[in-house]
């Protein structure tokens, strides 16, 4: 019986069910985002300009900028993914990674933007029908503004890991939001230390006049990678 036992034991496949993790996770996560960064640093940073330009430019834009920016996120996600996956993997990373959302499966992609576009200006609706009359005061404008935070927050929690799971793992991307909600929702306490190491990172960077988030951002997006790894077994 022990001799047919082969090791090292396969992994788990992926079957769209994710795990908890520990909150001390999210420090292994940064750990491993600087480490990507540190695989390409070069093209990291000409990566993020683009992307950098490619925001500023939607904002730009007449009223409809934002849902522009909103509706191709998920595809600029899914490019930053593949390029971390080509590093992680050892393999030879270049900038066409970030291009492939916007060339394979962008239908789908594209849907999961515009469900976020969508929700996201129902909360924002909905935050400002809360305090009704924006000239109520400051404070009636900061409640509007928490308010549409937390409205806005399950969406974001349901975009987190959507554009991955649909590109990368074969979910629908309906599916997909499911399941990256469940994961996020399962793991709060981690994604919450999370966030409070990149609100304490991103103080930091102002001192740098903005310089550091040239920095941050690649660190970020490397370890939002290494999350996803962490949530779904057999990714």
Same mark, same amino acid.
């Given at each position: $019986?022990?001799?047919?036992?082969? +090791?090292?034991?396969?992994?788990?496949?992926?079957?769209?069910?994710?795990?908890?993790?520990?909150?001390?996770?999210?420090?292994?996560?940064?750990?491993?985002?600087?480490?990507?960064?540190?695989?390409?640093?070069?093209?990291?940073?000409?990566?993020?300009? %683009?992307?950098?330009? @490619?925001?500023?430019? #939607?904002?730009?834009?007449?009223?409809?900028?934002?849902?522009?920016? +909103?509706?191709?996120?998920?595809?600029? $996600?899914?490019?930053?993914?593949?390029? #971390?996956?080509?590093?992680?993997?050892?393999?030879?990373?270049?900038?066409?990674?970030?291009?492939?959302? !916007?060339?394979?499966?962008?239908?789908? *992609?594209?849907?999961?933007?515009?469900?976020?576009?969508?929700?996201?200006?129902?909360?924002?609706? #909905?935050?400002?029908?809360?305090?009704?009359?924006?000239?109520?005061?400051?404070?009636?404008?900061? /409640?509007?503004?928490?308010?549409?935070?937390?409205?806005?927050?399950? =969406?974001?929690?349901?975009?987190? /890991? %959507?554009?991955?799971?649909? !590109? *990368?793992?074969? $979910?629908?991307? &309906?599916?997909? $939001?499911?399941?990256? +909600?469940?994961? #996020?929702?399962?793991?709060? &306490?981690?994604?919450? =230390? !999370?966030?409070?190491?990149?609100?304490?990172?991103?103080?930091?960077?102002?001192?740098?006049?903005?310089?550091?988030? /040239?920095?941050?951002?690649?660190?970020?997006?490397?370890?939002?990678?290494?999350?996803?790894?962490? @949530? !779904?077994?057999?990714?």
């Amino acid at each position: $019986m022990q001799g047919s036992l082969g +090791f090292p034991l396969a992994p788990k496949p992926f079957d769209g069910n994710s795990r908890r993790v520990e909150a001390g996770a999210a420090f292994n996560w940064l750990r491993q985002g600087w480490a990507l960064f540190l695989a390409r640093p070069l093209l990291w940073l000409a990566a993020t300009i %683009a992307v950098l330009l @490619f925001a500023i430019a #939607c904002l730009l834009l007449p009223q409809p900028g934002w849902a522009l920016f +909103f509706l191709l996120l998920p595809a600029l $996600m899914v490019g930053t993914l593949l390029f #971390c996956r080509e590093l992680a993997e050892g393999r030879k990373a270049g900038l066409a990674d970030y291009l492939a959302g !916007f060339r394979i499966r962008a239908g789908g *992609l594209a849907l999961i933007g515009l469900l976020l576009a969508l929700f996201l200006l129902a909360a924002w609706w #909905c935050g400002r029908a809360l305090v009704g009359d924006a000239a109520a005061g400051l404070s009636a404008r900061l /409640f509007s503004a928490l308010a549409t935070l937390l409205l806005a927050l399950p =969406v974001w929690l349901a975009a987190a /890991f %959507a554009p991955a799971l649909y !590109f *990368l793992n074969d $979910m629908p991307p &309906l599916e997909a $939001m499911k399941a990256s +909600f469940n994961a #996020c929702a399962q793991n709060w &306490l981690a994604l919450l =230390v !999370f966030s409070v190491l990149f609100l304490l990172l991103a103080l930091v960077t102002t001192f740098s006049a903005g310089l550091g988030f /040239f920095l941050l951002i690649p660190v970020m997006s490397g370890a939002h990678y290494a999350a996803y790894r962490d @949530f !779904f077994p057999g990714t």
